[in-house]
């Protein structure tokens, strides 16, 4: 086996298990994702495949990047505040670099399911230990009553697990194990997955899975005897491993309905009526932190329309005095809303690009539904893409708070799934003509 034939299985195992490397750590991840890129350019020169660089979603990429660039530029702290702008454009790229190699190859062997259904049973195994003993396999212990399994501090279990289940159910679809009779062993791991969302407490990650599969569901008929069975057996299983822990302290349900309600309804400790900085007399905006962050991310907006504050500029102009709210709130290092984030920091420029990305995946929702409704077989190829198209739109929902976007581990995994969809649209484009 020659050096170039090793590689290509690298790259070719390597982006369909990238999850994994992104729980081992950002050098594994970015040093992979790095390699891809390099390797991905070494070919489409040498193969003079000029169509991967010469395409509508380039251009849009290239102009999201060029607005990342300028506002970090225009508003140049520091090297520290402004590399992550600078640098920005490998993200995007690594989206065309994975298109590229499952063109080129087209694996999608019942190895990778085999390694993805381990993967999620160990974690899911770590993540009940952790919950019923206080501690995982590793001896990361509880944190709040929250489980983060193997990410110890970093409360991303459910954030990881939600943008995780996408690509497994791609998987299934393409090695053919998944076709339109539900697969029972599927169904209790992707529900047991869907419970340790749950159990995690996190609750953007528990709304936006099950807007993933309410999604999936309006799109596709033929997943949607799978979905319900799912969603029965995830209520039915988080019911029972709720109740087999006796504290209420570690109980979801507090942190995800009661805690939210207060939150939202203004019954805090911290509540005041009164405050002139409020947007509504009766409610936060999520909570009384995120309400901050919004109302300070929105005055410091107004003095950036246009091109923003750059990718670091929020948590910089934040300590401002200038800026300052009442008892000096809403200062963080993002404003825990990615529209709001890229608002501020793109300014008008990069938050229409990402009003419009928003327009053209919602447009594919319904394209996509069109297609799958109105033919008679079993279209792997138009459920994959439906599938990829789907997790993008749960990644850029809009009414949710989220981490931040600039984030490298976050701005990979919203990426990802986007080299997936390319791959399948471009194919089923090439059956059509």
Not at 230 to 242: A, E, G, K, W
């Amino acid at each position: 086996m020659n050096l170039e034939t090793k590689l290509s299985r690298l790259f070719i195992y390597g982006i369909a298990i990238f999850p994994f490397f992104l729980l081992l750590g950002p050098l594994v991840s970015e040093l992979f994702l790095i390699s891809v890129i390099i390797y991905f350019f070494y070919f489409i020169i040498k193969e003079n495949q000029s169509r991967f660089l010469n395409n509508r979603y380039l251009i849009f990429f290239g102009i999201f990047y060029l607005s990342v660039l300028f506002s970090t530029i225009l508003n140049f702290i520091d090297f520290n505040h402004t590399k992550g702008g600078l640098f920005y454009f490998r993200i995007p790229l690594y989206a065309f670099a994975i298109w590229f190699i499952l063109e080129k190859f087209n694996n999608f062997d019942k190895k990778i399911v085999f390694f993805y259904s381990v993967f999620l049973f160990i974690l899911i195994c770590d993540s009940l230990i952790q919950y019923y003993f206080g501690k995982n396999l590793v001896g990361f212990e509880l944190i709040s009553g929250r489980v983060s399994s193997f990410f110890g501090e970093e409360l991303i279990l459910g954030s990881f697990i939600l943008r995780t289940l996408p690509i497994f159910l791609i998987y299934l679809i393409m090695s053919e194990i998944l076709t339109e009779k539900s697969n029972l062993i599927v169904v209790i791991l992707i529900s047991f997955s869907c419970s340790i969302i749950y159990l995690s407490g996190e609750r953007s990650s528990f709304g936006l899975i099950i807007l993933f599969f309410f999604t999936l569901f309006f799109i596709s008929k033929n997943l949607r005897k799978f979905i319900i069975f799912i969603m029965l057996s995830f209520i039915f299983i988080s019911i029972i491993l709720t109740n087999l822990q006796n504290s209420d302290k570690n109980n979801p349900a507090v942190r995800m309905f009661s805690n939210t309600y207060n939150q939202v309804m203004k019954i805090d400790k911290r509540q005041d009526f009164n405050n002139e900085n409020k947007l509504f007399n009766k409610v936060y905006m999520f909570s009384y932190d995120h309400h901050y962050h919004y109302l300070l991310a929105y005055k410091i907006f107004k003095d950036h329309m246009i091109f923003g504050t750059g990718v670091k500029g929020f948590r910089y102009l934040c300590r401002k005095k200038i800026y300052t709210l009442n008892d000096d709130e809403g200062c963080s290092t993002h404003p825990h809303n990615t529209y709001i984030q890229v608002l501020v920091s793109n300014g008008l420029v990069g938050f229409s690009l990402l009003i419009l990305g928003l327009f053209y995946v919602i447009r594919e929702i319904f394209l996509c539904r069109k297609k799958i409704n109105s033919s008679k077989k079993f279209d792997k190829y138009e459920i994959s893409k439906a599938i990829a198209i789907t997790a993008i739109f749960v990644n850029i929902w809009p009414l949710v708070p989220n981490g931040n976007f600039f984030n490298n581990w976050l701005s990979m995994f919203y990426f990802y799934p986007i080299g997936f969809y390319l791959y399948f649209k471009d194919k089923n484009e090439k059956k059509i003509s």
